[in-house]
């Protein structure tokens, strides 16, 4: 049972917008920032959105975040068949002094 | 550029222990704190260990308290995680990344405990 919660799967057509929540508590998400990551099959994670909201270099700007109260979500836009993978979510939790991720949401492009 | 090689899996018993390390290079190492992160086969992603850009702040999870070690060496711009009393659940790949946000990620090294 992972502190912050993510729905395990999630799925849409090319060129569609799907959206991936993340919630949590007032002790993580509701006080610290929000990072995204992208695994792909066989891969090493990667960081995709840092800060709520914030793309690394070199990511789409396809991917957006947001956070509101102790909630999270992850938005692609224009989807394309390379964005199948599986996405996490993870914040600081000053009650438990540690890292949380979510459990990870499987994105399948149809 | 910036990379994080992990090395130190492999097979042990439950009980024993193993040593993995992270040679870091393209960065100022000592800059920096670094994380230790675990994926166990076909599941999800768990933090396991942090410590600060100083050396001396430390962080643990809940589940490798008391059992891993998190250190640093800059001299060979390498992180360490020694893991003692290992158990079959810690049976996982291995990952160290780069804070803040865990920014860079090794490769990864499997660790597989079982007798």
């Known amino acids: 049972q992972s502190v912050l919660t993510q729905p395990p799967s999630a799925s849409g057509t090319p060129g569609q917008r799907v959206t991936i929540s993340c919630s949590g508590s007032k002790s993580n998400i509701g006080s610290n920032t929000v990072n995204w990551y992208q695994q792909l099959p066989g891969t090493a994670p990667k960081l995709l959105i840092h800060?709520?909201?914030q793309r690394p270099s070199g990511v789409p700007d396809r991917f957006s975040g947001s956070k509101s109260g102790a909630s999270a979500s992850l938005a692609i836009s224009g989807l394309q068949s390379e964005d199948e993978a599986d996405y996490y979510c993870?914040?600081?939790?000053?009650?438990?002094?540690?890292?949380?991720f979510g459990g990870g949401t499987k994105l399948t492009v149809l | 550029q910036v990379q994080l090689v992990e090395s130190g899996g492999g097979v042990a018993q439950p009980g024993r222990s193993l040593r993995l390390s992270c040679a870091a290079s393209?960065?100022?190492?000592?800059?920096?704190?670094m994380h230790w992160v675990r994926q166990a086969p076909g599941k999800g992603l768990e933090w396991v260990a942090e410590?600060?850009?100083?050396?001396?702040?430390?962080y643990y999870a809940d589940s490798v308290k008391g059992r891993f070690t998190i250190s640093i060496d800059n001299s060979k711009n390498t992180l360490y995680l020694q893991m003692n009393s290992l158990r079959a659940e810690d049976t996982a790949v291995y990952y160290c990344?780069?804070?803040?946000?865990?920014?860079?990620w090794g490769q990864g090294t499997l660790v597989t405990v079982s007798s």
């Open positions: 410590i600060r850009y100083d050396g001396y702040n430390k």
């Open positions: 800060s709520n909201n």
């Open positions: 990344a780069r804070d803040p946000g865990f920014d860079t």
């Open positions: 993870a914040s600081w939790d000053d009650r438990l002094i540690a890292w949380v």
């Open positions: 393209g960065f100022t190492f000592s800059s920096y704190g």
